[in-house]
């Protein structure tokens, strides 16, 4: 895309009814004609339904009409629609950056329902921030980066082998890499699979041997990968065979991470690793696979050891429940006289097929113990003999048995090699040493960091069905740029004043994507095809020597002082990231809570992006309040720009009380994209917190 420069702005303000949507609450003629009263505003227009496909042929004819430069759309949120008016735009022969988008639906609206008056000035405010970015905006050009037709996919379970078929049969060329001597991954170790009862080597002998069967398909077994570099279309690898100790390297295009999870370690749970005949469930079915099981007169089960727990393993690991439910039913077959009992906190049934698969275990007279998560089972050795007892809330008494065996259902967490693979790739890792997509709606099955896809248990615990589906959609992700032969890489990247530069390198250090390298006298080079556009570079740099691209200092300084230019002691200034809490303002929107007119919010891509100098300026101009609010612990769409963010404004509120600034009047906060009811809580927690800030406010004479 050629960028031209442009002439004094000529700025059209199109403002949507959206049906009842918006108009049921916002004036909007009083809004169409107070954006023409605004700088470098030429023309302001009413509609119905702007996204329409006739209105946007009409936004079309007025750009070439007016000789419209700049274009601001004041509608829904830009998370669903901004591609759509960039596409307008670039049609319309203007550079797509010329857009900025106002949401005066989610952010207004939906969530002021019940107070038209107070909407309609917020509405007016909103579209006077987006006019003063507007005013700022300058073309930018979309990098377009070749991509080859070879993929890597770090993982030989069954969702990695999967993606390799998947892809190999497209014709693209695949290298596998797994760490263990042999495909198959935990699939392998497993002697059943649920709900069918079919043997594993049934499904994981098949897709080996396709798998070797591929010309365009290179396993390595018993290697690991060592180093990553590049980005999408010419990511450089190294591995190492662990055993050999020879090494090997390769470029491929994209990279599909299956690395798969695995049991966390038990030890001092229930006995584990004291008593022998306390043992998990994968020991268990190795033990059922080689027949070497004796006949056991009673055995217990225990779900959800190390899972649902306060810290690190707080999640559900998702498929125990199911687990003991196929080792329970088999072995009851097995041994019809064997006592089994299953000790459950509650038991996760999914749908139909699971319930019915849960009766039938029960008609096999397993016995279902419900147990409290305040009194967990007590394992014990008596006089030489193993011991359970749970109270049984259900049965209103305690259950005391001798036991042969005591089974295991334990987490799982992500496999071994999480921690390296994360900074080798520079992607997010989540709780339980899980892979964190770019976006739960927004990108599945995708990282952040573009051309890198993730399947199977490498994101959460799984059953067969779902990784197999993950990982077919995975390959047919990475497929479509390599099929393409190229990308476009977004113009929001950072911007170097090498002048101002004092070469401290805290640019590099804060660069989550290696997108900032240094030379040898600590001048810093940036590469745009690796810049993700976070800002946290520039954020961080002490000579305000960084700018980002379409949110440059100069662009968001405007958007401040115009959010603040009418009773800004009145109001809280907020920076939302993009990713998250942004798209928590939208999800409260949608949701229809309610929440005061106060906020004002500025988008930014992270909450990294956001400098001391904004925080500092939306003061010096009077802000009742200030809210940051980022991506919630430990995950971020750009890797680790919620921690800088987290550090930098703690430093922040020791300086603001140095100024003499109340330093409660900065508020943090982290807030995850599902979290609506939150974002919509904590502002009317800040507005009664604003309140009393004022009324408690020194008396100036």
Request: aromatic share 8%; hydrophobic share 40%.
């Amino acid at each position: 895309m050629e960028v031209k420069p442009i002439d004094e702005p000529r700025i059209g303000v199109f403002a949507c009814d959206c049906g009842s949507n918006i108009r049921g609450v916002v004036d909007i003629p009083k809004i169409v004609e107070y954006a023409k009263t605004l700088q470098n505003v030429v023309h302001s227009e009413e509609t119905t339904f702007l996204c329409s496909a006739d209105f946007q042929s009409k936004i079309k004819e007025r750009i070439t009409e007016l000789n419209l430069n700049r274009v601001v759309v004041a509608c829904c949120t830009p998370k669903t629609h901004e591609g759509l008016f960039r596409e307008t735009c670039k049609e319309a022969g203007l550079n797509p950056y010329l857009l900025e988008f106002v949401s005066i639906r989610e952010h207004c609206s939906w969530v002021h329902m019940h107070e038209p008056k107070e909407a309609t000035e917020k509405a007016k405010d909103l579209i006077r921030i987006g006019v003063a970015k507007a005013r700022l905006l300058e073309p930018q050009e979309e990098l377009r980066i070749p991509v080859g037709q070879a993929s890597l996919i770090i993982g030989g379970g069954i969702g990695g082998m999967t993606a390799a078929i998947t892809l190999a049969d497209m014709g693209f060329k695949v290298k596998l890499v797994e760490r263990e001597e042999e495909l198959g991954g935990m699939l392998k170790k497993i002697f059943r699979i649920y709900p069918h009862d079919v043997a594993s080597e049934r499904i994981i002998g098949p897709l080996i041997k396709a798998l070797n069967e591929k010309e365009n398909i290179v396993a390595y077994t018993g290697t690991e990968v060592t180093e990553i570099s590049g980005y999408i279309g010419k990511y450089h690898v190294k591995i190492r065979n662990k055993k050999k100790g020879s090494e090997d390297e390769f470029e491929v295009s994209t990279i599909v991470v299956a690395t798969g999870a695995k049991e966390i370690d038990p030890t001092g749970h229930y006995g584990y690793g004291k008593f022998d005949n306390v043992i998990t469930q994968l020991q268990l079915e190795k033990m059922l696979k080689e027949g070497t099981m004796k006949k056991p007169r009673n055995i217990v089960m225990i779900n959800c050891v190390g899972s649902r727990e306060e810290g690190a393993n707080n999640y559900c690991c998702n498929v125990g429940c199911r687990t003991s439910l196929k080792n329970a039913k088999y072995l009851k077959e097995l041994y019809s006289d064997t006592n089994i009992y299953v000790l459950y906190r509650d038991f996760m049934i999914f749908d139909a097929e699971e319930q019915k698969y849960f009766e039938d275990t029960k008609g096999k007279r397993v016995n279902f113990i419900r147990y409290s998560d305040t009194q967990k089972p007590d394992v014990y050795m008596n006089n030489g003999k193993l011991m359970v007892e749970v109270n049984a809330p259900q049965l209103n008494r305690k259950v005391r048995t001798e036991a042969d065996l005591v089974v295991l259902t334990v987490a799982l967490e992500g496999a071994n090699g999480v921690k390296e693979l994360r900074e080798m790739l520079k992607v997010p890792v989540g709780a339980g040493g899980f892979f964190r997509e770019g976006h739960v709606k927004l990108q599945p099955l995708s990282f952040a960091t573009e051309g890198i896809y993730l399947c199977g248990a490498a994101h959460s615990p799984k059953g067969v069905v779902d990784t197999i589906h993950q990982a077919s959609g995975a390959a047919m992700k990475a497929s479509i740029p390599m099929a393409r032969g190229f990308v476009k890489a977004e113009g929001i990247t950072s911007i170097i004043n090498l002048e101002l530069c004092k070469k401290c390198g805290l640019c590099a250090k804060f660069c989550s994507y290696g997108a900032i390298t240094l030379s040898s006298d600590k001048t810093p080079q940036s590469t745009p095809a690796l810049c993700k556009g976070c800002g946290t570079c520039a954020a961080e740099c002490p000579s305000d020597a960084i700018t980002m691209r379409h949110y440059t200092d100069a662009q968001i300084m405007a958007q401040i002082d115009a959010a603040l230019a009418e009773r800004p002691e009145e109001k809280i200034l907020a920076f939302c990231c993009n990713w998250c809490s942004y798209a928590a303002a939208d999800l409260a929107g949608v949701s229809r809570f309610q929440y005061p007119t106060n906020i004002r919010i500025i988008r930014v891509m992270c909450s990294g992006r956001v400098d001391r100098d904004f925080i500092f300026r939306a003061f010096e101009k009077g802000a009742g309040m200030v809210l940051v609010a980022g991506c919630d612990f430990p995950t971020c769409h750009y890797i680790s720009g919620n921690y800088a963010a987290k550090e930098r404004t703690e430093r922040l509120k020791r300086r603001l009380e140095l100024k003499g600034i109340n330093s409660e009047r900065l508020r943090v906060a982290w807030i995850s994209a599902a979290e609506g009811k939150k974002f919509a809580d904590l502002i009317n927690e800040m507005v009664e917190q604003m309140k009393q800030l004022h009324a408690h406010a020194p008396k100036v004479n």
